[in-house]
């Protein structure tokens, strides 16, 4: 009995210093598993239809994983576990994720679409590298006749990666079908995957 009443002192005690738990709004931390040597990546972000609660109709919904300063970010892939359903069968739904963070919203993922109309994608990685190469036609006597010379420039900009040099957020947009909300969702789930360096 005595050990019981200790306890409960102790659990209240916790709870008046530290406050009581805070809700995640999504699944995610570090990867230390087979899975993270078969995709390179080492940070893991899921989410399912539960944490979609928006009950406004054609409104999106952004869920974010807070970033912390001198990181580097870069997306893997994404994974479709289940697709996106409201088992609404007047129409042909819409569920697209697209994820980036203040700067640009689709900075690591461009708008793809997870709901169960027959297109969704299962599978998707993230950029290669941040690079773009640019050619360009230079005629050096100013005429056509010389022939072409071919000029390759390269142009580096962020493309799925990015060093956070100040705390930040990685969000995640959720827009649903026009004629729904996302809080209609029955079904869905959808793994992103990261490589996370810090210094």
């Given amino acids: 009995m ?13 709870l008046a210093a530290f406050g009581p738990p805070v809700a995640k709004a999504a699944e995610y931390g570090p990867l ?3 899975e993270a040597a078969q995709l390179g990546a080492n940070f893991f972000v899921r989410y399912t239809h539960d ?9 999106a919904q952004t869920l974010s994983v807070p970033v912390a300063t001198q990181t580097a970010w870069q997306l ?10 409201t088992g609404n069968t007047n129409y042909t739904g819409s569920t697209l994720l697209k994820i980036g963070d203040g700067s640009d ?7 793809t679409e997870l709901a169960s109309d027959g297109s969704e994608v299962y599978l998707k990685f993230g ?3 941040s690079a773009t190469a640019a050619t360009t036609l230079i005629y050096p006597t100013g005429t056509t006749n010389a ?23 990685i969000v995640s947009t959720f827009t649903p079908n026009s004629d729904e909300a ?18």
Avoid: H, I
């Fill in 2 to 14: 005595k050990k019981m009443f200790l306890l409960a002192v102790m659990v209240v005690a916790v």
């Fill in 32 to 34: 230390f598993s087979d």
């Fill in 51 to 59: 944490d979609l609660t928006t009950t406004n109709v054609n409104t």
């Fill in 76 to 85: 893997v892939a994404m994974v479709l576990e289940t697709p996106f359903d």
């Fill in 105 to 111: 919203d689709d900075l690591f993922l461009t708008s």
């Fill in 127 to 129: 950029a290669p590298n």
């Fill in 147 to 169: 022939g072409p010379a071919l000029v390759t420039g390269v142009t580096v900009g962020e493309l799925g990666r990015k060093v956070y040099t100040a705390t930040g957020n």
């Fill in 182 to 199: 996302v809080s209609a969702l029955t079904s869905g789930a959808v793994r992103v995957y990261f490589r996370q360096w810090s210094r």
